[in-house]
């Protein structure tokens, strides 16, 4: 059975959407693979979490209105936090459409298996998170919101049993709305763009 996830979006108005709709189709041949940037992304939301490194270190991988949550992501309740490195058991990349990209990586770290989801938009030129699935149980509380442009924040109640630390999002990210017509890709990165890998 799934586990129960929260989810934060980034806030995008109409005029960012347009942009952003634009600029990834144009960006998304220069783009690297996204692959290094949603384990990367995953290992650091980890590492926040169990206060190995500072929240600003997320800063520069997502949108400006998801800055907010990162304070409160790390857990408060430990104050013993050990330097394990954390280690990449799973990733799965899917671009559903040019420039936009879910990846579904699994970490495992001091004991426990953590699966996060994210959505990755190349619009700005480079991989951003823009939306993030994380365990229901890593939630301590909201921050307050701002009165305008604040993320959105959705997702059942913080649920406290979570069987042992074992956290699988329940869902992989729908097809966007409007969907754009493929650019014409080289082969290879064809070859790529729909990828699962799986790492001991």
Request: hydrophobic share 40%.
């Amino acid at each position: 059975m799934g586990e129960r996830v929260h989810t934060i979006s980034a806030r995008l108005d109409d005029r960012e959407e347009d942009w952003r709709r634009i600029q990834r189709r144009q960006r998304r041949p220069t783009l690297p693979a996204p692959t290094p940037t949603a384990v990367a992304t995953a290992i650091t939301i980890v590492e926040v979490r169990a206060g190995l490194r500072p929240p600003h270190q997320l800063e520069r991988l997502s949108h400006y209105t998801l800055w907010r949550f990162w304070p409160h992501l790390a857990d408060r309740t430990d104050h013993t936090a050990t330097p394990i490195a954390p280690r990449l058991l799973a990733v799965t990349i899917r671009e559903l459409t040019p420039g936009l990209v879910d990846a579904t990586v699994v970490i495992g770290f001091g004991g426990r298996t953590h699966a996060l989801a994210l959505r990755l938009d190349g619009a700005p030129g480079f991989w951003q998170l823009i939306e993030l699935d994380y365990p229901a149980a890593w939630r301590a509380r909201e921050p307050p919101a701002p009165a305008d442009r604040a993320p959105t924040l959705s997702g059942p109640a913080s649920d406290p049993s979570l069987d042992g630390g074992h956290a699988r999002p329940r869902r992989v990210f729908s097809d966007p709305a409007q969907p754009l017509p493929p650019p014409a890709l080289a082969p290879e990165r064809e070859a790529r763009d729909d990828l699962g890998v799986e790492l001991e």
